[in-house]
């Protein structure tokens, strides 16, 4: 929460600097590339224990404008852009109730407490909207850049899961879906037209509980077009 606040803040103050519209340069942006989710801990979703499987790696792309002064070597801006972090799966075999892990009590079909084993099949994708400071600086035929942000998140999560010690039962479907607000922070290079751009996100579970990964890294190559 407080490094929220401390880019929100910053934020805040960048945009109050910030001279006239008129003198700033108008950039149109586009980027693809891939999105890794990290792995969030051991629990109820998945259990070290026993078989699992994740696929953390997605397609990943975002669409957006820039403001930048202008001159030389030196040029401050703000990009605003949606993001799309795709979509991330996990397959494990786990005990329905975390509790129970290492009790090696017997199943109870009716109260399903004890070793009752399930397989969950789980998906999740993630997008939102991004918005934050920038800085460029030239470097003979290259441009470097730095940016940090807040990104205004929606995620949703899809989980099957299939009885398995309680055989004959039928599989049931869990669902969830939550807005959150995080920071990122990149670095990325410029060469004429053409760009490649890294993020980090921070915390995209910030308000989903056990559902889905928790950070995530990007790595885009796309275009910034002035006008």
């Known amino acids: 929460m407080i490094a929220k606040n401390i880019v929100l803040t910053i934020l805040v103050l960048w945009v109050a600097w910030w001279p006239s519209w008129s003198q700033a340069e108008l950039r149109l942006e586009l980027g693809a590339g ?16 026993y078989p699992n ?6 397609g990943a792309w975002q669409l957006g ?4 002064t202008r001159g030389t070597p ?3 801006g703000v990009r605003g852009a949606y993001v799309s972090l795709g979509k ?5 075999t786990v005990i329905e109730d975390e509790y129970d892990r290492g009790k090696e009590l017997p199943c109870n079909r009716e109260t399903r407490h004890g070793n009752c ?7 999740t994708s993630t997008q939102g909207w991004s918005l ?17 942000g807040l990104f205004f998140g929606e995620s949703s999560v899809s989980a099957d899961v299939a009885p398995i010690s309680r055989s004959g039962e039928a599989q049931f479907n869990v669902t969830n879906n939550w807005s959150f607000r995080t920071w990122y922070a990149g670095a990325g290079m410029r060469y004429g037209y053409l760009t490649l751009n890294t993020r ?3 915390n995209l579970a910030a308000t989903g509980g056990f559902f889905g990964p928790r950070h995530a890294y990007t790595v885009m190559i796309g275009t910034s077009i002035p006008f």
């Not at 404008?65 to 930048?68: D, H, V, Y």
Request: glycine share 4%; hydrophobic share 35%; net charge neutral.
């Open 34 to 49: 891939l999105a890794t989710h990290a792995k969030r801990v051991d629990g109820l979703w998945y259990q070290n224990e």
């Open 74 to 76: 030196w040029r401050y």
């Open 132 to 148: 934050g400071p920038v800085i460029e600086r030239d470097y003979k035929w290259l441009t470097g850049q730095l940016e940090a």
């Open 53 to 58: 499987q994740h696929d953390l790696t997605s």
């Open 117 to 123: 084993f399930a397989r969950i099949d789980q998906k």
């Open 65 to 68: 404008a820039s403001w930048f």
């Open 200 to 202: 980090w996100y921070q």
């Open 88 to 92: 991330n799966s996990s397959s494990a």
